[in-house]
């Protein structure tokens, strides 16, 4: 008797606290719960950020790739075309909308409720991301005007055309997602040209330093390239970047500037890379990547060479750059093309290389309408008396390194090959 009276106490107990802890749980933390009309993208990864600033010239911290940006999805046309120069209006642009979170109210929903609803819906638009489509560009350039087409620019404008449809191709091949997301991390080497309406993304190594005075001559910054010194260039921050607008900025910019960038043969690229910063005298990438270098794949190395870090072999260069534990991070000097622009991701209007420089930058100056004494600077800008390198030098440097470590260097680089159009450098390569 007393052990079911003692039982019955217990159940009746364990009941009461029930009801009291029911009773005293806060609404708040089950409505959210059962509000319909809000979806939350929890999956949301940043990218990685392993690419080390150069030189002092990426010396600003980026901050949250999902911040600051807003939502859109690109589709249509484009805004009026007198937002655009009148030799790039193109007959099939897309037009953006911006798209956020629906709105849900349930009618008779408590006041705390629809608070707490509020404030998560601010922060999921706040946190948003730019949503656009893959590549999404047009394969047709803007119309050439009459007077154009039966001139040198028209095999020119045919060349733009073919490069845009192997770009497009490759990108609709190896990327899978046909649904993409910007944020200010991928526009962070893109440099902004309000009079003229023109966003280039920098590619080191590619006629950049050149590009950049021609950018400043368009904004009125200077009368002449040539009155621009290197420092002045990289140090001065005249340009601004794209990732320092707000998302209304950097969406507006995106959907109604001419987009452009210029690549090279990426092992020519590196080869210049290497004799820039690691044959001449250099207060950074001694001391950061050479002394890293030397310290890891130099066998016997002198104590000299690890104090100052200077006369990295290029064969050292290169087990630095195929080692998946470099001792120090990548560089925007020999990065990838593809991270650094990110093509597949932005819409470029215009691809112009370093072998056909002074052609396709004059022919770009062309299209938005410069002044007609503005062209592409001749002179080298750094080590003028030094030659350049050219495919010949290119050849030699790479004659240091094995087969194994040629293909290596091959596959590294495989995507700027394919996504641009360059041919193997050498026979043996597969």
């Known amino acids: 008797m007393r052990l079911t009276c003692l039982f019955s106490f217990i159940l009746l107990f364990g009941a009461a606290g029930l009801v009291v802890f029911i009773h005293l749980q806060d609404p ?3 409505v959210h719960q059962q509000t319909p009309g809000i979806k939350y993208n929890m999956g949301l990864q940043q990218p990685k950020k392993d690419c080390v600033s150069s030189n002092n010239q990426d010396r600003r911290l980026r901050k949250s790739t999902a911040d600051g940006v807003a939502t859109v999805k690109l589709s249509g046309s484009l805004p009026s075309s007198e937002n655009m120069p009148s030799k790039l209006q193109s007959i099939d642009r897309r037009q953006s909308s911006t798209v956020f979170m629906k709105d849900y109210q349930e009618k008779g929903e408590e006041t705390n409720s629809m608070k707490l609803h509020k404030r998560r819906r601010r922060f999921v638009i706040k946190k948003s991301p730019i949503l656009i489509s893959m590549n999404s560009s047009t394969l047709n350039l803007p119309t050439l005007k009459s007077d154009d087409r039966n001139s040198k620019w028209k095999s020119l404008y045919q060349i733009q055309s073919k490069r845009k449809q192997i770009m497009k191709e490759t990108c609709s091949k190896y990327k899978s997602n046909n649904r993409r997301i910007i944020t200010p991390y991928h526009v962070s080497r893109i440099f902004v040209e309000d009079k003229y309406r023109v ?36 140090y001065g921050n005249y340009l601004k970047r794209l990732d320092g607008f707000d998302r209304k900025g950097i ?33 950074y990438y001694h001391p950061v990547f050479g002394k890293a270098i030397i310290s890891r794949y130099r066998v016997n190395a ?13 064969k050292e260069f290169i087990q630095y750059l195929l080692d998946v534990h470099r001792p120090v991070g990548m560089d925007i ?37 410069a002044p007609q004494n503005l062209t592409f600077p001749k002179f080298k800008d750094r080590h ?17 390194l094995s087969p194994s470590q040629r293909q290596q260097s091959y596959d590294f680089y495989y995507m700027d090959y394919l996504m641009f159009n360059y041919s193997k450098p050498f026979e043996d390569l597969y």
């Open 28 to 30: 708040e933390e089950i």
């Open 199 to 234: 966003l280039y993304c920098e590619v080191p190594k590619a006629g950049c330093s050149n590009w950049k005075r021609v950018l400043m001559v368009l904004n009125g910054l200077a009368s002449s390239t040539k009155d621009i010194q290197h420092n002045t260039v990289h």
């Open 251 to 283: 969406y507006h910019r995106l959907n109604t500037y001419t987009k452009m960038l210029f690549i090279r043969e990426p092992f020519e690229k590196l080869v210049s890379a290497f004799r820039d910063k690691f044959e001449h005298p250099n207060n």
């Open 302 to 314: 002198t104590k000299e060479a690890l104090r100052t870090g200077s006369g990295v072999k290029f």
């Open 333 to 369: 000097h020999w990065d990838h093309v593809n991270r650094l622009c990110s093509p597949c991701l932005i819409d470029y209007d215009f691809v112009g290389k370093f072998e056909s420089m002074e052609e396709d930058a004059n022919f770009f100056l062309h299209l938005i309408g």
């Open 384 to 400: 003028s008396n030094e030659e350049r390198t050219t495919t010949k030098i290119t050849q030699q440097y790479f004659a240091q």
